[in-house]
């Protein structure tokens, strides 16, 4: 057998196996994608950011509502204290006679 | 049987706050006044807000006398209501808008201490006594163009209040207020 002869029958046309068809399906399915999500440390990093960002948000506010409170009591208690001077005033004019004032 | 006790439980303590939230000063009857006043504060303070108020305080106002004192009269409060008007003209407001608050403190467990009155200015002064203690006080102060109310609940010594005018309250150190006053 000459060269040309064995090329030809080893690239001679073959038909496939009967389940040739139902394999490559099955193979083609049964294949997984590679992974293309977020690592966990990156979601663990931005959980934390999160929580840096929320614990910071929550402590100014506390902060600013202390001190709004802080200049309402420190206001509330300056009126209270100079109305009851003023009643104080008062009671003492009305009960100390007049030449008593003038000395 | 031991839900019976609960319940029993509760209502006790629900019976023993009872007279302390009767005897609370509520300012009523001032509704509108504000819209007419010149000048008007509305200041409502519970214990949630004098805790943080004191804790701000103390830390804002540890160095200085004032601080000091304004924190040692906050410890023993447990609200703080102030009612303020500031009108330009005389007759803006009349003595019978005051009749609410004045009925409640002549309730059982208030006393007046001061009365001052004559033809058109009242200064009288309520406190509520427990167990010996002062557990609040009121004041009443209307002119003819000012009028305010204010509720104290807790122990308080007079005395102590009364000196912080001469102490020069509005100078002890608290950070100036970024938004609008109400």
Redesign the interface.
């Known amino acids: 057998m000459n060269l040309e002869d064995e090329l030809r029958a080893a690239l001679r046309r073959e038909d496939p196996s009967p389940d040739f068809a139902r394999r490559v399906a099955a193979r083609a399915q049964s294949s997984t994608k590679p992974a293309r999500g977020i690592p966990w440390m990156m979601w663990a990093a931005a959980i934390a950011a999160l929580l840096v960002i929320g614990f910071s948000a929550a402590y100014e506010y506390q902060q600013i509502k202390a001190e709004r409170a802080s200049r309402d009591a420190v206001i509330a208690l300056r009126i209270a204290a100079d109305k009851l001077n003023i009643a104080r005033e008062r009671v003492v004019r009305r009960e100390t006679p007049a030449n008593t004032r003038e000395n | 049987m031991r839900r019976l006790f609960l319940i029993a439980v509760i209502a006790g303590c629900a019976a023993a706050q009872l007279p302390a939230q009767l005897l609370q000063l509520r300012i009523t009857g001032l509704d509108g006044l504000a819209a007419k006043a010149k000048e008007s504060?509305d200041?409502t303070?519970d214990s949630n807000?004098?805790k943080?108020?004191?804790?701000?305080?103390a830390g804002?106002g540890k160095d200085s006398k004032d601080g000091q004192a304004?924190t040692q009269?906050?410890s023993g409060l447990k609200a703080?209501t102030?009612r303020?008007f500031e009108f330009k003209e005389p007759g803006q407001y009349r003595m019978e808008d005051l009749e609410q608050i004045r009925a409640q403190l002549r309730t059982p467990g208030w006393s007046k201490i001061?009365?001052?009155q004559s033809k058109d200015?009242i200064?009288?002064?309520y406190t509520r006594m427990e167990q010996g203690k002062v557990a609040g006080f009121a004041?009443i102060?209307a002119e003819p163009k000012e009028l305010?109310i204010?509720a104290?609940e807790g122990s308080i010594d007079?005395n102590d209040?009364?000196?912080?005018?001469a102490l020069g309250?509005?100078s002890?150190p608290?950070?100036e207020?970024k938004g609008k006053q109400e």
């Open positions: 504060t200041i303070l807000l004098l943080m108020a004191g804790g701000f305080l804002a304004i009269l906050l703080i102030v303020s001061i009365s001052s200015e200064s009288e002064i004041i102060n305010t204010v104290i007079l209040l009364s000196k912080l005018k309250v509005p002890i608290v950070p207020k």
